[in-house]
């Protein structure tokens, strides 16, 4: 399995990113794709899942951000508003992948994507 993400860069504070990552493989039909941020000296953080029709957001993100994906295409996105200096951190989108009885047996990850959004 492969996740390719793209979509970072350099926004001014209030300004919009949205990120991209395509999902090459073995995906599971029980399936959760994401999004998680790591900050310099922090840990890696959920920013937002999907996992069917079901989508979760992390509170500090919850009504800045929007997470989608396109099934066809295996890509989740991440449309982010508002951001703030404090949502600079490296992006990586991930792959879970379950069997029955919502059993997790694979956790991929994506190389990252740079977010830094100046004050």
């Known amino acids: 399995v492969q996740l390719q993400a793209s979509g970072g860069g350099l926004v001014q504070a209030g300004g919009s990113l949205r990120l991209s990552c395509v999902v090459s493989?073995?995906?599971?039909?029980?399936?959760?794709m994401g999004w998680y941020r790591q900050a310099p000296g922090k840990r890696r953080e959920l920013v937002a899942f999907?996992?069917?029709?079901?989508?979760a957001y992390a509170y500090s993100l919850k009504g800045r951000c929007t997470i989608s994906r396109d099934s066809a295409k295996n890509t989740v996105y991440l449309q982010m508003n508002s951001l703030k200096p404090e949502d600079t951190a490296v992006y990586y989108c991930?792959?879970?992948?379950?069997?029955?009885?919502?059993?997790?047996?694979?956790?991929?990850w994506g190389q990252g994507t740079q977010v830094t959004v100046s004050s």
């Open positions: 493989g073995n995906i599971f039909r029980d399936n959760s």
């Open positions: 999907i996992r069917d029709v079901t989508t």
């Open positions: 991930n792959l879970k992948n379950f069997v029955e009885h919502g059993q997790l047996v694979n956790d991929y």
